[in-house]
């Protein structure tokens, strides 16, 4: 099916494209009522992302609001170690953490690679209407946690750590640590795979916690990883392969290593200088991100402003996506997000000419 | 008084050493039974700050124990702005809050420079007595924390926030922001000068929340304020000028930057590759630091391994100034530390051949 808009995978391919292409991480999220009355109705965060129907729901409601470029499937990074059997629990206000955390290798050896079909199939039923609803409006995307992300969450056990626990067995364990990122690199790999064949046209790789590592470590249990999934899936003779982001927070001194592992776009977050990033590997790589997310607190005029700050730093062409550099918090007023994406259509045709 | 090691002095001025100078941030810390008999002592963690003979018995405590090239005067980057008026406090587990938190531009205008003698002299007090107790063995180390560090705490009140409040007067009161900014700029330069006229013979500048900026509002909010301490204390018809070392935790990506304001070296948390950062900045400034704190709750073999990948990474030649990335962290094993100290001191010297 050809879409009516194209811009976002025209831009992570640097085709031309008429004005920047923008969405926003956690788009569907608390800061929108109708989410809130979903998510209400849903029962629970977790109960949410496991209803496709009411995943698809979320899904959407940031496109009836604002004239976003593209859809990201509502569903949560922490669902695939969930599917391993580590019993994901979300509690208000401390965040996501896990019944049983992986301790050690008795523990790594008792994990299995989940079924997308029979263990993750909700994920999948949620792209497949969620692609129905959208018709041939605006591409979605579907998404993963990366092999160290998600193993950082599963060691420490819960969010809010200062990480000594996962560091402890990479640099104490270091084979336990590999045996562990193996299968969740199988994991992340068939699930990406499976949000592909149910129809998201773009994927992205959250690395959240890659940051947190020295440039070597990071390289060695994090990266490495990564790159093995996108040679994986974007394998030159797939028709069916699609755009592929990798977004490590923190990493914006990392990225000619990650532009080189073949993935077609990388994420930034807002401590990087767009216009820096892309002398380094603009050309080879779209970039998407960048906006500090606090920016959005301020008045619709300051955000205006920002926008044609970023504008600017990027430059003339094509390959920048519009978004923030981490996902949208809690508190935002719509009417800001509505003057952001304004102000995107409005202030990037120029940069197109 | 010339010094028998001057190893850190030479190594900030980038002049031939026998081996890699080390110390540690913090290192006169909760880490060591020691500290924590010494601080019970004096009640509480402020009280340890303003007690110079307690501040000067912490502070050559690390030496006591390991064969460190330098000490550095223990006190907090908040004694500055609780000189200013704003009521420090230190709360078990929740970290420093201030009483009286700067909310807008009549609380900025009520803020005055603290004089060093009469409001901080317990720190040129500590400075005195400990340079005389360490006679000519290592230099000594001041410090002060950067204006927008300082600000992003009295703005926010207390820490552990997402620092939107500070950032939403930065965004949306500019004026305000700056005028606090020029208020803590005179105030840390006094305070770095006094800290030298009391015997510092070098002095750090911990940019702890530069980080959290994008790069041109770290550039506006941070970077030129520091610029501007730098200048007031390094004039180059100074005799009494010490060298300065500038360190943004999360400022990687800006070392050009950092490395052009005129300052002697650059910290570096352990996200950035030290052979990268001096293949950028290695010819105008000196680097300090770079270790994961993590590694050091390893095993000595393999804080030895680190310390071996470190040394390689920044290769021959001077210039480098063995340190964590950040503070040492309070749960780490002395013996560890015995451990680090003693890898640099082997497997540096060739290194300086």
Redesign the interface.
Known sequence: MSLINDRLLRALRRQPVDRTPIWIMRQAGRYLSEYRRTRARAGSFLALCQNPELACEVTLQPLQRFNLDAAIIFSDILTIPDAMGLGLRFTDGEGPSFERPVRGRRDIDRLGVPDPESDLGYVGEAIRITVDALGDRVPLIGFSGSPWTLAAYMVEGKSGT???TV??MA??QPADMHRLLEILTDSVAACLMAQRDAGASALMLFDTWG???????FLEFSLGYMERIVARLNRADDPAAVPIILFTK?G??WLEAMAATGCQALGLD????LG?ARQRVGERVALQG?M?P??L???PR?IREEVE?LLE?YGKGTGHVFNL?HGI?P?VDPAHVAALVEAVHELSPVFHR
């Open positions: 200062d990480f000594r560091k402890g640099f104490e940051g947190i590592l020295s440039r070597h470590h923190g914006g001194s807002w401590t990087e200088d820096h960048n500090d606090a920016i607190e301020a008045s300051r700050v730093r550099g918090t508190g």
